[in-house]
């Protein structure tokens, strides 16, 4: 993501985790209006529009809150809500577009704009924006055009997060391993065989399924993942990489895949099957809750150097094509990512707040959310950031196959060559509409 906002400044250091303990609670489902179309009204001009999300139920608790301060604001505005866990979320959402019925107002992220842009269900908020019922002003490291897709608004970013290396701290401190802003590969192969020989376990607990870092690698070497229409790289990168990450569990450099899978859904870090894991930044809060350990952020390993490949993701709020109340729509939105109250209240359960004003108004005290922000304003700081490329459609059928597919792979079901082949004719079928 493009470097801009009015981000603070922050001293160009790795910053470190203690992280306090967070529930990893399912969610259960909310009451959902049923107006055809989205939307209902009444005959004193209240309107109420219906608002998906997924997550768990301290997620629905703050924006129960959220809502609240909304209804307050705008008394002829209602707010019916459902919410439940990222599967069944998209299961139920994918029926009601299908149905022609999807809520007014969900929880979104980039791998489906292009999706059900395509299906002709998510609404361009262009028009709202140039009616001033919605501002796209104001939000931090150029995260205002990540929602935007082939010239339309299609999501309003709520929540930035990036990719890191979490540590457990003292393990990396006997191993002698001081990871900094600029580290390369080699580096990082070096600091794992350390951490296997000083303390017993893997250095990191592996590669096979966490395609946003392989994305990462190949941003870095000048390709990505995804192009706007198709995959970024050729099946002989993925077997290259896919070969290292089968080395690295050969070698004990990442921990033994069968082992990992025995003791989900805890991580390896937390488990001390191994020294670190790559995740999204606002993750971080299950390791301490799961483990015994001090935990700290790391920055990612390069390939000259330089070049991180990283950009600002976010969760974004879309709204449907359907909608009776496209303005009553936008005024939400605004008001959930504008409004300094809303910032207080979520903290940073989505990620980061995406608006300088929301970022201002909810400064952490404890220790995991201060080095979240801490790392996010670093990456700001350091220029590393860059623009992320618009999914295409079919992009999440193709990285819940990447995820199967690697699983597979580390548990011995397949070899690097057929996995390879799988994972590729999958996305074939899965681009191809």
Request: hydrophobic share 35%; net charge neutral; with cysteine.
């Amino acid at each position: 993501m493009q470097q801009g906002g009015n981000a603070r400044r922050q001293a160009g250091r790795r910053t470190v985790l203690k992280v306090a303990g967070a529930s990893l609670a399912v969610a259960g489902l909310g009451a959902t209006a049923t107006a055809c179309g989205g939307g209902s009204g009444a005959g004193d001009g209240t309107v109420t529009l219906r608002y998906s999300w997924w997550g768990a139920e301290d997620r629905a608790e703050r924006i129960n809150k959220t809502i609240a301060l909304f209804e307050k604001k705008y008394p002829k505005i209602k707010i019916k809500t459902d919410f439940q866990p990222y599967p069944d979320f998209w299961k139920k959402f994918n029926t009601q577009a299908s149905g022609g019925n999807p809520p007014d107002v969900f929880q979104n992220a980039i791998g489906f704009l292009r999706k059900y842009d395509a299906k002709d269900v998510l609404l361009d908020l262009s028009e709202q924006v140039k009616a001033g019922n919605l501002s796209m002003d104001g939000f931090r490291a150029g995260l205002e055009t990540f929602g935007e897709v082939d010239g339309k608004l299609l999501g309003v970013p709520v929540g930035s997060n990036s990719l890191a290396l979490v540590i457990d701290k003292p393990v990396y401190t006997r191993a002698g391993v001081k990871p900094e802003q600029g580290w390369t590969w080699d580096d990082f192969d070096e600091a794992m065989a350390k951490i296997r020989d000083k303390s017993g376990r893997a250095g990191d607990s592996g590669m096979y399924g966490v395609m946003y870092l392989y994305d990462l690698y190949l941003r870095q070497n000048g390709k990505a993942f995804f192009t706007e229409d198709g995959l970024g790289f050729t099946e002989a990168d993925l077997t290259r990489w896919w070969t290292k990450a089968e080395k690295g569990v050969r070698t004990g450099l990442f921990a033994d895949p069968k082992k990992v899978a025995q003791i989900k859904p805890k991580s390896a870090l937390s488990a001390e099957l191994a020294g670190s894991e790559f995740t999204w930044d606002n993750f971080t809060v299950r390791y301490t809750s799961e483990g015994k350990s001090e935990y700290g952020l790391a920055p990612i390993p390069t390939t000259d150097g330089k070049k991180t490949g990283q950009y600002l993701g976010s969760l974004m709020l879309s709204a449907s094509k359907r909608t009776q109340h496209p303005k009553e729509v936008a005024r939400f939105i605004d008001f959930m990512v504008h409004d300094p109250e809303v910032a207080k209240i979520m903290g940073y359960d989505r990620g980061v707040p995406t608006t300088q004003v929301q970022f201002d108004a909810y400064r952490p005290a404890d220790p995991v959310n201060k080095a979240i922000a801490a790392y996010e304003e670093s990456l700001v700081e350091s220029g590393v950031l860059e623009p992320i490329t618009p999914h295409p459609n079919g992009a999440d059928i193709c990285e819940a196959a990447f995820l199967r597919i690697a699983e597979e792979l580390g548990l011995s079901k397949r070899s690097v060559a057929d996995a390879v082949k799988q994972f590729f004719n999958e996305s074939k079928t899965a681009l191809a509409g």
